[in-house]
Nanobody, 115 residues
Framework: QVHLVESGGGLVQAGGSLRLSCVAS??????NGWAWHRQVPGKLREMV?????????KYADSVKGRFTISTEGATNSVNLHMNSLKPDDTAVYFC?????????WGQGTQVTVSS
């Protein structure tokens, strides 16, 4: 079983920055990739950024140039650096890990951007 724990959410003013982190723990053979998703009440969950371990990254058009996803292999963790935040970025952000070809989700962390 794999357990994901997110941290770093909070309240920030528009134009500010936040860094989200997610750590994977448990017993597994291979961590294949990571993604960050976000969800606003009443809307579908959307992928914000994704990364294949040793491979490319992918970003939603709405965050390109503002968000950066990065991994720390030694600690089985992923970060999402969010700059130039906008009120539209307000959402619950979920960490998603592909481990041994299975998907796992974190519990979510709230990000609120005030105008």
């Amino acid at each position: 079983q794999v357990h994901l724990v997110e941290s770093g959410g909070g309240l920030v003013q528009a134009g500010g920055s936040l860094r989200l982190s997610c750590v994977a723990s448990g017993t597994f053979s291979e961590l294949n990739g990571w993604a960050w998703h976000r969800q606003v009440p009443g809307k579908l969950r959307e992928m914000v950024a994704g990364i294949v371990i040793g491979g490319p990254t992918k970003y939603a058009d709405s965050v390109k140039g503002r968000f950066t996803i990065s991994t720390e292999g030694a600690t089985n963790s992923v970060n999402l650096h969010m700059n130039s935040l906008k009120p539209d970025d307000t959402a619950v952000y979920f960490c998603n890990a592909i481990v041994d070809s299975k998907g796992y989700w974190g519990q979510g962390t709230q990000v609120t951007v005030s105008s």
